[in-house]
T-cell receptor, first 112, second 112 residues
Framework: AQSVTQLDSHVSVSEGTPVLLRCNYS??????LFWYVQHPNKGLQLLLK??????LVKGINGFEAEFKKSETSFHLTKPSAHMSDAAEYFC??????????FGTGTRLTVIP | EADIYQTPRYLVIGTGKKITLECSQT?????MYWYQQDPGMELHLIHY?????STEKGDLSSESTVSRIRTEHFPLTLESARPSHTSQYLC???WGRGDTQYFGPGTRLTVL
């Protein structure tokens, strides 16, 4: 069975400081893992995707995530937060095209 | 940015009304999906389609129905809206065996 746990419902950082959004997953198979971002009143946008090629995945807007099988984690990071990064972030695990399991989301606040 | 559209973006309607939420994509994707997202909660799959004339129910039981008469169009209908249907409805699409789904901006439905 697949499941995703986002460890923080809300993260607050100062502009220019690093961002860490934590995600742990459970999967019976070799999963695909995603991070999506949802800005207020906008649809979900794909940030990055892991599909067993490289453990460190680079996404859009300077975000990256590292797949750690031993820790069953897929944490999202960014070296320096920007005001425009304020949004809700969803970690997602998938074992087939129509099976996406979403985490409950982490709301990122960026303080000027 | 993916070309997937949802209308209306917001809808406030009285109990008992019939409503149809529209979803269209111009990418030629064969698979389409409907998700329901309550505030602060994860997304739940309520319907999906593998292609024209194919529709399946998702993990979360829903009183809504869907149709897929054309590849690009996947409308969702509620025959008699109730306050319990108040939620955000997100449409998505994907291509072939790929598991990356592209999301529309969502429809926020409020039933009074």
């Amino acid at each position: 069975a697949q499941s995703v746990t986002q460890l923080d419902s809300h993260v607050s950082v100062s502009e220019g400081t690093p961002v860490l959004l934590r995600c742990n997953y459970s999967s019976s198979y070799s999963p695909s893992l995603f991070w999506y971002v949802q800005h207020p009143n906008k649809g979900l946008q794909l940030l990055l995707k892991y599909t067993s090629a490289a453990t460190l995945v680079k996404g859009i807007n300077g975000f990256e995530a590292e797949f750690k099988k031993s820790e069953t984690s897929f944490h999202l990071t960014k070296p320096s937060a920007h005001m425009s990064d304020a949004a809700e972030y969803f970690c997602v695990v998938s074992d087939s095209p129509n099976n996406l399991f979403f985490g409950t989301g982490t709301r990122l606040t960026v303080i000027p | 940015e993916a070309d997937i559209y949802q209308t209306p973006r917001y809808l406030v309607i009285g109990t008992g009304k019939k409503i149809t939420l529209e979803c269209s994509q111009t990418m030629g994707h064969d698979k389409m999906y409907w998700y329901q997202q309550d505030p602060g909660m994860e997304l739940h799959l309520i319907h999906y389609s593998y292609g024209v004339n194919s529709t399946e129910k998702g993990d979360l039981s829903s009183e809504s129905t869907v149709s897929r008469i054309r590849t690009e169009h996947f409308p969702l209908t509620l025959e008699s809206a109730r306050p319990s249907h108040t939620s955000q409805y997100l449409c998505a699409s994907s291509w072939g065996r790929g598991d990356t789904q592209y999301f529309g901006p969502g429809t926020r439905l409020t039933v009074l």
